[in-house]
C-alpha cells in the first residue's frame, strides 16, 4: 500500500470505529428502554 | 471531494443522523410532547418518552424516505444540495433501508409500548409524507402543501391519543391548527426560493398561481389560523391563559401576513417580510403549543 494511501485507510477506519460506537450505544439505550418500559407495564 | 470518491468511504453517522431532518423533526418532537401533555390523562415519564421517541423515530424515517424518492431532485436545488445523497457521501440503498427501518421499529414499538391506535395513526402519518405527499402529490398539484400538511399534522394527534387511547374533538382541532398553519408557512418559504422550485418542476402555488393569488392566500389561511386557533378555548378545552395567547400570537401573524399579503416585490426585493413571517411560523407554533401545556399544568 502506497503512502498516501493510509490516510484514507485511518480516515476509513475512523469513520467505522465512530459508527460502530453510535450503533453500540444505541443498542444499549434501546436494553435499558425495553427493561423501564417492562417495569413502567407492570406496574 | 468527488460523488465518486466520496462514495468510497463508508456513511458518517452524522450523515444518518442529518437524513432524519433534526432541524425539523424538533417541531415534531415539540407537538408531539404537547399534545401527550396537554391530554386530560398523565401519562407514566418512561412511557411518556416512549411515545415521542416513536413520533421522532416515524418522522426520522420518513424524511429518510423522504429524501431516498428526491435524491435527483435535491441536488439540483441549492437549498438541499447539501444533503447527504445528492453530495455523494451516502448511498441510495443504504438511505432507503435506513429509511423503513426507522419507520418499521417506530411504529412497531408505538404498538408494543404504548397501544396500537397511536401506532396505527403514527403509521398513518409516516404513509401519509412518504407515499402520499412526497411520490403522489409533491411534483403534481400546487395543492401539495395544503394536503400534504396533513403529514405535519400528525404528532400532537398521536401525542394525545398515546396518552389517552382516544381521538376527541380536542386533538383533532391540534391537528387542524397544524394542517391550516403549514400553508402559510411554506408559501413564505416558497415566495424567496421560488426559482429553486421552478428550477426542478415542483409546482409550488408561486411558480403555478402566481405571487399574487399566493400573497392573498397566505393571508387568508392565516385569519382561518386565528380563529381556528381559538376554537380549543371556545369549546372549553382550554382556559384563559391558552385563549389569550391564541390570541396574540394569532393577531401577530395576521398582520405579518398582511404585510405579504398586501404587498408585491420590485425588482432586486430582499423579501423581509416573507423572511420574517416564515421565522414567525417557526416561533408561532412553538409558542402556541407551550401556550397549551402551560394552561394545562395551570388548570390542573
Redesign the interface.
Known sequence: MSDNLLPDSE??AR??R??NN??GLLLGAFVV?VF??S???M? | MTQGASLLLPTDWRDFLALTKPRVMSLVIFTGLCGLLAAPQATHPVLGFTAVLCIAMGAGGSAALNQWWEADLDSAMKRTSKRPLPSGRMDKGAARDFGVALSAGSVFLMGVAIGWLAAAILALAIVYYAVVYTIWLKLRTPQNIVIGGGAGAFPPLIGWVAATGEITLMPVLLFAIIFFWTPPHFWALALFVKTDYARVGIPMMPVVAGERSTRLQILGYAALLLLLSMAPWWIGGTGAVYGLSALALGLAFLVLSARVGLRMPVEGDTMKPEKQLFGYSVLYLFALFAALVADRLIMA
Open positions: 480516515h476509513i469513520i467505522r465512530s459508527r453510535v450503533l428502554l423501564f418500559i417495569i413502567a407495564k406496574g
